[in-house]
């Protein structure tokens, strides 16, 4: 068994982990990253777009945001869709101007695992049988094999960044840990293909068929996803099928539509609201996936998560500076608190905008008279802008 030491023990290489790595690192506190997957990848994997106000400025204040001036979207507005008409919110307007940015997670992700080779502390891609073992004593370790290797890191604290089926919740015993869960009745079936964005902003669209969502990543990159079955499989879905379902339910009667080409990727999502709470058990801290999870409607995980380590962090500093435990012992609270204002409003823009089959014409009626109502009342356009862009970290 190979034994090193660190400060903080950190599992799991995705947003969460990274940023608390570099966010650690600017504080002087060192850490060890450990992840399962290989570099490719955690680099590859194709997933959230919209980053918030608050996680752009900690990007931009950790020294990681040129690349995010650079090629990221700012966007000031989203539109919402129904009834064949289009309504565009100004949220910059709405919240003194604050605005969201769209940069692909994969580049985010990219630019940070570039930052912490930079600062040449470890980070290691494919490591294999992670487990976390004394806890809630003042000596937490990390045990994990590498090409074979056991190898067993000695650490002050550990935080759990391994995302929804990482190993760090499941290591707290039951009955400390309650699980808040809510399924939904339907999944997003997301896409990637070649076509230049026809409008510069998201296009969030309540149609008869479903929900259907317009993105983008690039001049000319579309990122579109349309509502489907939880248990739907891709087989059912060729090309053809998918842009017949993404015209009819985004087209509007001004004549927008998105501008079709090659789909190049293709994947299908399940949508679930997870709580875990408390997000502290003992030295091990849970972050981002591995806390909770919502469904992508308010595109907000990615965002909770760059939330959640800026806490930890911060935290983690007062204590190394002059062992002051407060915000270590607040980190829970303060962190779910958050956390639950992010499912409130990401379960309100998932059952506002998505059909569900079994859903009687009172709620259809319902749906339609929430959007018309909200996009004609300046007190609902804030409320939906201020959560959208993001509230405050702390
Ligand atoms: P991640 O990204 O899942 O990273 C966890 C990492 O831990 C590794 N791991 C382990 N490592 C070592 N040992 C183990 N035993 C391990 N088990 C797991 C994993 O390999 C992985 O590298 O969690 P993190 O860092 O908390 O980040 C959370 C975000 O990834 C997630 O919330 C967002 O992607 C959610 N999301 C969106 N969030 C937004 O803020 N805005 C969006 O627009 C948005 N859109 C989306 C989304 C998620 C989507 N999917 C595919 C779930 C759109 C989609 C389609
Ligand atoms: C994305 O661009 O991938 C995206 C945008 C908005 C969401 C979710 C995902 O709500």
Wanted: hydrophobic fraction near 40%; charge should be negative.
């Amino acid at each position: 068994m190979q034994t090193s030491r660190t400060q903080v023990g950190i599992v799991g290489a995705g947003p969460a982990g990274l940023i608390l790595g570099h966010l650690l690192h600017g504080h002087g506190i060192d850490s060890v990253i450990l992840e399962r997957r290989d570099r490719h990848h955690v680099i590859e994997r194709v997933r959230a777009g919209v980053l918030e106000q608050g996680t752009v400025d900690l990007l931009h204040a950790m020294g990681v945001g040129d690349r995010l001036a650079r090629e990221g979207m700012r966007h000031d507005g989203i539109h919402l869709a129904f009834g064949g008409e289009r309504h565009r919110i100004d949220m910059a307007a709405l919240t003194g101007g604050r605005a969201i940015t769209v940069y692909g997670q994969n580049e985010v992700v990219k630019d940070l695992i570039a930052a912490r080779e930079a600062t040449g502390r470890p980070l290691s891609f494919d490591v294999d049988d992670v487990s976390v073992h004394d806890v809630t004593s003042s000596r937490p370790s990390i045990r994990y094999s590498r090409d074979g290797v056991a190898h067993e890191v000695q650490c002050d604290f550990i935080a759990g960044c391994d995302g929804f089926h990482g190993v760090c919740r499941p290591s707290i015993p039951t009955e400390a840990l309650t699980l808040y869960t809510r399924d939904y009745p339907f999944a997003w079936l997301g896409i990637l293909a070649h076509a230049a964005p026809s409008l510069d902003e998201l296009v969030y669209a309540l149609h008869d068929r479903g929900f259907a969502l317009f993105s983008m990543r690039s001049s000319s990159v579309t990122r579109l996803y349309l509502q489907c079955a939880p248990d739907d499989d891709l087989a059912n879905w060729p090309d053809d099928r998918i842009w017949d379902e993404l015209l009819m339910r985004l087209s509007t009667r001004d004549g927008w539509r998105p501008a079709v080409g090659p789909i190049f990727q293709k994947g299908i999502t399940p949508m679930r609201s997870v709580v875990a709470d408390p997000m502290q058990y003992g030295r091990l801290f849970l972050a981002g996936d591995a806390a909770h999870i919502v469904p992508p409607t308010g595109a907000k995980g990615l965002n909770l998560a760059a939330a959640d380590v800026w806490r930890l962090a911060t935290a983690l500093a007062a204590y190394y500076a002059d062992g002051d435990e407060r915000d270590l012992q607040a980190y829970s609270t303060r962190g779910l608190r958050r956390a639950w204002w992010a499912q409130r409003f990401s379960w309100w823009m998932t059952s506002t905008l998505h059909r569900a089959d079994d859903a009687p014409p009172f709620d259809r009626r319902r749906q339609q008279a929430e959007l018309d109502y909200l996009v004609q009342s300046t007190a609902a356009m804030t409320s939906l802008a201020e959560n959208y862009v993001g509230l405050p970290f702390a």
